[in-house]
């Protein structure tokens, strides 16, 4: 091994990406260099205008002095302290701020790393928990087609992305699948929730009748689906889903993670429709991409259920090394403050309508097939190329990132999500550029 030599950063070999087609990459990096507001800033000088926050993260844009600051302060005063058995200010700070942020009832916090530990966290507490209560028997878990609930092996069995799971075997046993709310043939174009599909939700009957409810958890779906395109809940159905799962004492676990801290408009999605989910997951917005962290939100009787016998004993055998650090800590205070300082979730749901006029001109333009929306949230479907799927979204992405916008795309969907912090002049220029890219696809 070559010790003594220093590759430098032009050398792209050995970085194995994530969820990036490797080769493509390597030939023609795309890199970012830094990021300002609404902006980042490329390896060769350009602008790009932040579309997406990151990965549906900044929410309150880049490089904020606040956030920053607090970092540098605590890395400077408490790096780091031992998660198990020993505790810090800033880790309690931050519960109690995202209890007060959460719809009434989350009353409990735990932190993990990232969304897919959020995920994995809270299909572990649905199964304890009912074991700590003399239901163990209830140990099946229910996702949905499409659903996207990160990448460890819990996530991907209850999640519904065939792609995300096809390499990687047997995966949990004990999981089954509602069907995705999407229908094209009937809510195309549909500004913010579809009238039809509420039905689809009466499908958990028919697996509570297939497997009977004692022998069921909990039902984890994401109450806006964003990574696999942008799918809303149509007008029902999460109230029906509500019902269906306390009739048959059944968790329901909504996974916040791109939703939570004000990308539809309100804090949370369980706010914006008025359904209260058991627990739920975040991460992301939880400290504006910063630093990585993520938290499973959690309903008091969940909690207090295993806060029983004698209380020396640990009531919960789950954590991580990095539950609670205090630098990500410190950064979700700061985060937390800017969101409700700046009023961002307010300037989100007031910016809605014009994001949404916005994004619907694109109708007509040439390969679109449905456009949806919520909050600060948009999709563009496009015609899939026959025998070449993706491929056309994926050129729009890279004309894009030329043209200085930055898109997100899955499949053949291009999805936006840009931080909350936007303006008009901004949303106008996301439009202008996107509508240029999607022309140039004729
Ligand atoms: N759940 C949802 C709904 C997500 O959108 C994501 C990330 N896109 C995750 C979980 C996983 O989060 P992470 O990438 O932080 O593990």
Redesign the pocket.
Known sequence: MALDRNPGPNDLSAFWMPFTANRQFKKAPRMFVGASGMYYKTADGRDVLDGTAG???CNAGHCRPKITEAIQKQAAELDYAPAFQMGHPKAFELASALRDMAPEGMDHVFFTN??????ETALKIAIAYHRARGEGARTRLIGRER??????FG?ISVGGIVNNRKMFGTLLAGVDHLPHTHLPDQNAFTRGQPEHGAYLADDLERIVALHGAETIAAVIV?PM???TGVLMPPKGYLEKLRAICTKHGILLIF?????GFGRLGSAFAADHFGVQPDMM?V??GLTNGVI?M?AVLAAGAIHDAFMQGPEHVIELFHGYTYSGNPIASAAGIATLQTYREEGLFENAAALAPYWEDALHSLKGLPHVIDIRNMGLIGAVELEPIAGEPTKRAFTAFLNAYEKGLLIRTTGDIIAMSPPLMIDKAQIDEVFGKLSAVLKSLA
């Open positions: 990965l549906w993260c990232s969304g897919s530990e959020a995920v659903g996207y609930h990160g990448v460890n996530g994401e689906a964003g990574s996974d916040e993670v791109i939703t997951t991460a992301k990585p993520g």
